[in-house]
DNA sequence: CTGTTAGCGCGTTCAA
DNA sequence: TTGAACGCGCTAACAG
């Protein structure tokens, strides 16, 4: 049975001085004599003390936590974001506590409720694809919880966010298939809920637009993500008179199914019909039949810039500047990437 | 700029009563009088009162998290056992922190002390496939802090576990290869240091011997799990006189990298060469030529169970009991499931 | 049934 | 340069 943890009392009471003097000397303040902040430091470091992290917690009036929230933690992207996220919370003594909201609305509300009442310093979300409504997230400015959106942004006024602008992947996208001779380039798009969603058909017109290439409405075509949504619009596009010969899907995981559709009805990947995505899954690289090229978004690097984002409000929580901050927000460009 | 947060303080002077009637009253103790109880509550909802966690934590000397080490959260093994951990620990009322040790020792080394820093309540480790020596855990008996090991088991005596016991899946995969008649089937194997890598041993000479099939040294191999040892391991077994007819893999992912070799050979997959394997990678899915079938192991019912197992030793952490305790552990019966 | 009190570990006044 | 004292929010032991 060991005894319990030593603590600054305990420490004060060997060294026959004042806890706080204790306290100070381990923080090294100022006015502390040379001669016992090392004899405070000494027996500290004998003890093997370590401060009480809960106690700290308490007074501080902070749990030194973020919560993250995101769809789900078996898409690369997310499980790459969250380690982006974690690295850098770690280096300033932030812990992360994760929620998977399964694309879930229901559940992505029940957990920022939680997490509120758990007390967490601030929150990082990537919303489920099928919430539209935010008032579970307007609802933590009134507690002063710190919020920021990377990745799947809503559609809301005023927010503050870490993306990845398409417009450079997306160019380079078409640019590439139509060095490639390609003419008909069709979009799988995903669902209309989604930022990304509207981003990615602006960004195809305008791509399209710049070579010249004329937007056909029937080559757009989407998705609600799921293999047999997929599948359908994938059907929807290969029963044209004229088939596209190249397909630009939402990301890896539409573009596996699109073309798990292609290859049961014959036809050739990346021969009568190109594809191109975004993401890049690792998985990839074990394909018989990848993408051509993906367009990066950099998950590690979001998340990353993300926490940094939220750890720089959570300092200022409680200072008028932070009241009157305008909305932040910070993308990165994406790149085209052929494997 | 919106007020502090309600207090039992707070609730106590609006309703002329002693701070420690509201804390009884919130907790239903049964010494409370019906109507007070009412009014506290009532009072409270008005408020949104919440409990104060980190004071609770103060007070009760207990963070509620648990800290969970692991290899990669790309794995989908590891994703899936995380899930595991976390629903289990949320229905405790328990945090989850991670820490990545990207299979690196010294990696693992300073989580593990940053997270006895932090006074986590508990950990839930899968160690590094190159950690051999065992010091930074059994650092944590001196703390006082409980350890439960999940799939990757050190080593060592005295230690609580949850893992996968690989017997019957193994049997199950010779016996379905012996049904397709093969009769030399060969074993790329892991790092010694593991646990798993014995084990796969063992059950692979019991299976063989089972189907009357005598082992064979040179159908033996090992990787240390990167794809570059496994395209050597793979290759030894093609360079073979007579080459193996099936091989059972370490994992999906030795798999897949030996796939990719037999490929570059033009090797007929699961034609000339039929391939088995362990953990059931969802890609597979995708895959032109994935293994014929995969052992499961059930990393969500492992993570879940490893959770339970730890939060039990936490609630019991100060009684004699938990000091009296003899080493638990937990198995879950593999089994092969066909693509 | 309810109130009073003490104290968890720490940082931070205010005094000396 | 140091110490004494207070309080953060909550629980629990003790006292009515």
Redesign the interface.
């Known amino acids: 049975?060991?005894k319990k943890?030593p603590t600054i009392k305990e420490i004060a009471k060997r060294l026959n001085i004042s806890i706080s003097t204790v306290s100070r000397a381990l923080h090294d303040h100022h006015s502390i004599g040379l001669r016992t902040k090392m004899r405070v430091r000494q027996l500290a470091e004998e003890l093997n003390y370590?401060p009480?992290?809960?106690?700290i917690?308490?007074k501080q009036?902070?749990?030194f936590?973020i919560g993250v929230i995101l769809p789900n933690?078996?898409e690369?992207f997310f499980?790459?974001a969250?380690?982006g996220i974690?690295d850098f919370a770690?280096t300033q003594n932030y812990?992360?506590?994760?929620g998977?909201s399964h694309d879930d609305k229901e559940r992505e509300i029940s957990i920022v409720k939680?997490m509120?009442?758990?007390?967490v310093d601030g929150m990082l979300v990537s919303v489920a694809k099928n919430t539209t409504s935010y008032e579970h997230f307007a609802m933590l400015r009134?507690?002063?919880i710190p919020l920021v959106f990377f990745d799947r942004i809503p559609d809301m006024a005023n927010i503050n966010y870490v993306a990845c602008k398409l417009e450079n992947g997306m160019q380079q996208a078409i640019q590439y298939l139509v060095r490639k001779k390609h003419k008909h380039i069709a979009l799988i798009n995903g669902p209309e809920t989604l930022v990304a969603t509207r981003e990615r058909l602006d960004c195809y017109i305008a791509a399209l637009k710049n070579s010249n290439i004329e937007t056909d409405e029937k080559y757009i075509v989407s998705t609600d993500l799921t293999a047999e949504k997929t599948h359908e619009a994938m059907k929807k596009l290969i029963a044209l008179e004229q088939k596209p010969t190249a397909i630009i899907a939402f990301n890896d995981y539409v573009a596996?199914d699109a073309?798990?559709l292609a290859k049961k009805e014959k036809i050739k990947i990346n021969k009568e019909i190109s594809f191109v995505s975004f993401a890049n899954l690792?998985?990839c690289n074990?394909?018989?039949?990848p993408p051509l090229a993906s367009v990066e978004q950099f998950p590690y690097q979001q998340g990353q810039k993300a926490a940094e984002m939220l750890l720089k409000m959570v300092g200022t929580r409680n200072s008028v500047s932070a009241?009157e901050t305008v909305a932040m927000n910070y993308t990165i460009d994406s790149k085209l990437e052929t494997h």
Chains 1, 2 share one sequence.
Request: net charge positive; glycine share 2%; aromatic share 6%.
């Open positions: 049975m060991d943890l370590e009480n992290k809960t106690a917690n308490f009036g902070k749990t936590i933690l078996s690369s499980s790459s969250i380690s974690e770690n812990n992360v506590v994760l998977q939680a509120k009442n758990q007390r009134k507690y002063n596996l073309i798990q690792p998985i074990y394909m018989e039949n009241q």
